[in-house]
C-alpha cells in the first residue's frame, strides 16, 4: 500500500526555511567558517584558478556597503558582470527582499535562498546557519549585475553557480 501525503506551507517571510513543497535535512551550520571570511571576503576566491574558472578578471577589491558588520568583495567578470559577495548581511536587507512580492524562494544544497532579480541584476539571501533568524544565524549575499549591454542575461544562474561555490568553500572550512 502507497500513502501519499500532501502538504501546504507558507512562503511566510518570517520563516525563510519554509518551502512550498520540498522538505530537504538539515545541513550543516557554515556559521564558523563564514566567519572566517568576514576580514577578508575577496579571500574567497583568490586563487588563479576559481578566478578563471568563472572568467574574473582581475583580483577581488574590499568594499564596504555599510550592509552588514563585515566587509564585502567584488569582481569583475570579462562577460561584462559585476559580482559582490556580501557575508553578514543586515537582517533589515534581508526582510526587504524576503518581503518583496517577487520574491523567490528555494534552496540551495539544502540552505534556504530567497532571491530577487530584475533586469539588471539578481540578489540572493543565502542562510548557512542553524536558526531561521539572520540576526543570530549566519548568512551571506551574492548581488550579480550586468555592468554591459551585452553581458549575459541570466544572472540569477550566475548567482546560483557562486552561492553553490562558496557553500562548497564553506562546508570544507569545516573540515579544517
Not at 586563487?47 to 577589491?61: F, K, L, Q
Not at 543570530?136 to 546560483?160: N, Q
Request: charged share 20%.
Amino acid at each position: 500500500m502507497l500513502i501519499l501525503l500532501v502538504g501546504c506551507s507558507s512562503a511566510n517571510p518570517s520563516n525563510p526555511r519554509a518551502s512550498p513543497s520540498v522538505s530537504h535535512p538539515n545541513p550543516p551550520d557554515l556559521t564558523q567558517p563564514l566567519g572566517e571570511y568576514a576580514g577578508a571576503p575577496c579571500a574567497l576566491l583568490d586563487g588563479d584558478e576559481d578566478r578563471a574558472a568563472y572568467r574574473i578578471t582581475m583580483p577581488g577589491r574590499v568594499i564596504d556597503l555599510s550592509e552588514g558588520p563585515a566587509e564585502s568583495c567584488y569582481w569583475l567578470v570579462s562577460t561584462g558582470v559585476q559580482i559582490t559577495w556580501i557575508p553578514y548581511p543586515h537582517e533589515k536587507t534581508w526582510r526587504a527582499n524576503a518581503d518583496d512580492p517577487g520574491a523567490r524562494r528555494f534552496y540551495i544544497a539544502g540552505y534556504p535562498v530567497v532571491q530577487t532579480a530584475d533586469k539588471e541584476s539578481c540578489y540572493q539571501n543565502v542562510i548557512v546557519g542553524s536558526s531561521d533568524s539572520v540576526l543570530s544565524s549566519g548568512s551571506f549575499s551574492m548581488l550579480v549585475r550586468r555592468t554591459e549591454s551585452d553581458a549575459p542575461k541570466d544572472l540569477c544562474g550566475i548567482a546560483t553557480l557562486l552561492s553553490e561555490l562558496i557553500i562548497t568553500k564553506l562546508q570544507l572550512g569545516l573540515s579544517n
